[in-house]
């Protein structure tokens, strides 16, 4: 997809099949469907996207991790991508919390 008209394209041709309700995200390049399985099976979703001229792949099946003898259940938990953007965050927040303080607090702030 290189636009919001795209996504609004594969989501429009989605909706139009019988049973299926399409939300298309632009920014992730992911759709949520949620379809009837006796009306519609995955292969008809991927090759309706497909014929509007773009790809399409089914998620892969959820990982299911047995828990082995001697591990810790909390190590064990499954990575479900929000370290990378809990790792951002604290970053961000540390690196931003002086600056407001200078701009904020007229004690610290800088005569010249």
Do not use: H, W
């Not at 399409?22 to 996207?49: F, G, M």
């Not at 259940?73 to 990575?79: K, V």
């Not at 929000?82 to 004690?107: C, E, K, Y």
């Amino acid at each position: 997809m290189t636009c919001a008209s795209c996504a609004a394209r594969i989501e429009k041709k989605l909706n139009r099949m019988d049973g299926v309700e399409a939300t298309v995200n632009y920014a992730t390049e992911k759709a949520k469907v949620t379809y009837r399985d006796d009306d519609v099976s995955v292969q008809d979703l991927i090759s309706t996207v497909e014929a509007t001229g773009y790809t399409a792949q089914p998620p892969p099946p959820p990982e299911t991790r047995q828990g082995t003898p001697g591990t810790d259940e909390a190590e064990s938990e499954p990575d479900d991508g929000l370290t990378a953007l809990r790792q951002r965050l604290i970053t961000s927040l540390v690196l931003s919390v002086p600056v407001i303080a200078m701009a904020m607090v007229p004690a610290l702030q800088f005569d010249n």
